[in-house]
């Protein structure tokens, strides 16, 4: 491997936006991103390590107002049915959603301040 393209990658690995690896889209390529939705990743250590070994995937969203389904219709649109989902209280909304059983996909969605924050995560693909 050329040592630039090294560098490269191992960069990707510590920025903040470890885990958007197709900026501008939702779930790595599936579909554009919605509009409003401002791509982040969870801070947690162990979401950084399981994404960088290649067992999971995960990517995560903030968006202004509470707006908790505003990915997953676009999930849904691309083919993912709600396979289980629960409102936990007013401002904490979570789904299992899948092409097949059992779900490919955890959809959460917490209030955060004024804002919602998305997270789906999954298996690698």
């Known amino acids: ?28 390529g599936l579909a554009p991103l919605p509009a409003g939705l401002s791509p982040t990743c969870p801070d947690s250590q162990s979401y950084r390590r399981e994404v960088q070994a290649g067992e999971s995937r995960v990517e995560q969203y903030l968006v202004s107002g509470w707006q908790p389904l505003i990915a997953a219709q676009v999930l849904r649109d691309k083919g993912f049915v709600l396979l289980d989902d629960e409102l936990r209280e007013a401002t904490h909304y979570s789904a299992f959603m ?28």
């Open 1 to 28: 491997m050329p040592v630039g393209w090294w560098l490269v990658d191992s960069l990707r690995w510590r920025s903040p936006l470890y885990c958007i690896e197709t900026p501008g889209t939702l779930w790595n």
């Open 98 to 125: 899948g092409r097949t059983v059992p779900a490919e996909l955890h959809y959460t969605a917490v209030q955060k301040g004024s804002n919602t924050l998305i997270t789906i995560s999954g298996g690698p693909r």
